[in-house]
Nanobody, 124 residues
Framework: QVQLVESGGGLVQAGDSLRLSCAAS????????MGWFRQAPGKEREFVAA????????VYADSVKGRFTISRDNAKNTVYLQMNSVKPEDTAVYYC?????????????????WGQGTQVTVSS
């Protein structure tokens, strides 16, 4: 049974940094695209960032470009989201997701497995 478990969320102040982790279990995802999404209260879930299986390709939402960095450690079956210079508008529940198809690169459209989410709250 595949499980994705996010961690690292919390309450921070604007301008601070935060690192989210998402550890996968039940299957190895070293050949799969992994991503992060977020959902703020009263809003739809939105794409944040994605990384291909090797780490050679990364894509970001315009709202986080230059502030957030996605990375992965295939040996640990884990994807990370380094969040720098956070803003109050970054407040949301952050979800990691994985595309089950090996080597497919559709970073904003094809994710089959989802974590339960971790809350990030940024105070002004």
């Amino acid at each position: 049974q595949v499980q994705l478990v996010e961690s690292g969320g919390g309450l921070v102040q604007a301008g601070d940094s935060l690192r989210l982790s998402c550890a996968a279990s039940g299957r190895t995802f070293s050949r799969n695209t992994m991503g992060w999404f977020r959902q703020a209260p009263g809003k739809e879930r939105e794409f944040v960032a994605a990384i291909n299986w090797s780490g050679a390709y990364r894509v970001y939402a315009d709202s986080v470009k230059g502030r957030f960095t996605i990375s992965r450690d295939n040996a640990k079956n884990t994807v990370y989201l380094q969040m720098n210079s956070v803003k109050p508008e970054d407040t949301a529940v952050y979800y990691c997701a994985v595309d089950s198809f090996d080597f497919r690169w559709r970073p904003q459209g094809e994710f089959d497995y989802w974590g339960q989410g971790t809350q990030v709250t940024v105070s002004s």
